[in-house]
């Protein structure tokens, strides 16, 4: 049985979703609940699962691997039949993997910043004794971290506009590459378009400076055609908050 | 031609020349000049190479693979013969994976601080004029700003030791690893070995709060194999700055 632990279709939990349904692999969706106050990814029995209490998770009869990114390598090495989200030239493949990097070390912590800023409203209201019994439960100090801020004194104006100035240069990047071939790291599809994607396809709605149309019109041509993919459409429809974007002209 | 740009057998360049040493592959060593002054990485024909700036850099027939950890990747998908370090098993695979992304994205970060800390003494005597020209050449926000940072201020105290703290995590982290199985990742030797070793196998020097052998009795036995093996020994003698370690008792 393959199972896969998950938020909603954004992010790093949209990395697996959208990898399995572009290859077409069958598997069992466990949403959890993102709720304000339920904090399932803290529970007792999500920590059994994952000691991290990270998301995504995929549970391959009973294997438990974590890491959005590592999850997509592990689906293409047992899956490879179906689309083909890893090249097989040795070169295309390691740009596949310089992008997929780029994209978890540079890109998601400035968009961890940016999207947990938007939850600083909601974790201020949270009373005290209740956010620090939660705080209590996070493994990792990272997410901790994160938390401590948004439910105290929140991001400061700095770090969001150094954030958003490390998407801009992201978006910048990506920008340079499209120039290069039709795909974010070569010439076909692969990995490293469902890990941009689905870290920045919600980037216009919220940092429109560091991501839009006229300074990013090869990006925004890419985000399009994603947005039209059926994989994503499905994909978004199925376990997303909205449906697929409409981008902006 | 397969051609390797590195600095001293260390840290990040300590990783492909390890990776190539362990499966006898053939390369040619281009050493980067390393001493105050030079900045080579930055320097005109560097940039031609690898417009980041950075270094371990492969070259293989003409074509660039930048990261450290793409590259041993890269490696392993273009020379799978010789001794692997890439488990067959999916499973094992996903878990070097895991691995060699957390001494990456979580061990990586603290040593920079902890290493760049040793060169603010010297950073700090460069004339400013100097050290603007030197920042200006600088491609990549992370190494221009800890370059900004020891060539001033110095890291702060708080800084400092939450980088110990996070070395420290990350050590216990491998204590619990070493006690399911005889290597970092799994029963077999992997690049996650490589990976971490090339990365902490000098902390103890720098960091003994954060790893000794008191408090990682296993990560020390590990430490211990792992400079015993020839490939090591190696390395460390033909590009290193000193032998292989005398681990303390």
Same mark, same amino acid.
Request: charged share 25%; net charge negative.
């Given at each position: 049985?393959?199972?896969?632990?998950?938020?909603?279709?954004? /992010?790093?939990?949209?990395?697996?979703?959208?990898c399995l349904h572009e290859k077409g692999v069958d598997f069992v969706s466990r949403q959890l609940n993102q709720d304000g106050k339920r904090w399932e990814q803290y529970s007792d029995w999500f920590l059994k699962i994952n000691p991290d209490g990270q998301v995504p998770v995929l549970v391959h009869d009973g294997k438990v691997i974590v890491e959005s990114t590592v999850i997509n390598e592990y689906?293409?090495?047992?899956?490879?039949?179906?689309?083909?989200?890893?090249?097989?030239?040795?070169?295309?493949? /390691?740009? &596949? +993997?310089?992008?997929?990097?780029?994209?978890?070390?540079?890109?998601?912590?400035?968009?961890?910043? @940016?999207? *947990?800023?938007?939850?600083?409203?909601?974790?201020?209201?949270?009373?005290? *004794?209740?956010?620090?019994?939660?705080? %209590?439960? @996070?493994?990792?100090?990272?997410?901790?971290?994160?938390?401590?801020?948004?439910?105290?004194?929140?991001?400061?104006?700095?770090?969001?506009?150094?954030?958003?100035?490390?998407?801009?240069?992201?978006?910048? +990047? *990506?920008?340079?590459?499209?120039?290069?071939?039709?795909?974010?790291?070569?010439?076909?599809?692969?990995?490293?378009?469902?890990?941009?994607? %689905? &870290? @920045? %396809?919600? *980037?216009?709605?919220? /940092?429109?400076?560091?991501?839009?149309?006229?300074?990013?019109?090869?990006?925004?041509?890419?985000? +399009? +055609? &994603?947005?039209?993919?059926?994989?994503?459409? &499905?994909?978004?429809?199925?376990?997303?908050?909205?449906?697929?974007?409409?981008? /902006?002209?």
């Amino acid at each position: 049985m393959l199972e896969l632990y998950h938020f909603e279709a954004a /992010a790093n939990s949209m990395k697996p979703l959208l990898c399995l349904h572009e290859k077409g692999v069958d598997f069992v969706s466990r949403q959890l609940n993102q709720d304000g106050k339920r904090w399932e990814q803290y529970s007792d029995w999500f920590l059994k699962i994952n000691p991290d209490g990270q998301v995504p998770v995929l549970v391959h009869d009973g294997k438990v691997i974590v890491e959005s990114t590592v999850i997509n390598e592990y689906i293409e090495d047992v899956f490879p039949g179906g689309v083909s989200l890893r090249p097989h030239d040795p070169y295309w493949r /390691a740009r &596949m +993997r310089i992008w997929t990097k780029y994209v978890d070390e540079y890109v998601c912590p400035a968009l961890t910043v @940016i999207g *947990a800023n938007f939850a600083t409203p909601f974790a201020q209201k949270i009373d005290k *004794a209740e956010m620090d019994e939660v705080l %209590s439960r @996070i493994p990792l100090d990272g997410p901790r971290r994160k938390w401590e801020t948004v439910s105290s004194t929140g991001y400061s104006e700095e770090e969001l506009a150094d954030a958003r100035r490390r998407l801009g240069v992201a978006v910048g +990047r *990506a920008e340079a590459s499209l120039g290069e071939h039709d795909w974010l790291a070569g010439p076909a599809y692969s990995l490293a378009d469902v890990n941009a994607y %689905s &870290m @920045i %396809s919600g *980037a216009e709605r919220v /940092a429109p400076e560091a991501l839009n149309g006229t300074a990013s019109p090869r990006v925004f041509e890419w985000l +399009r +055609r &994603m947005d039209e993919r059926p994989a994503v459409k &499905m994909v978004l429809a199925s376990y997303g908050r909205r449906p697929a974007p409409t981008r /902006a002209a």
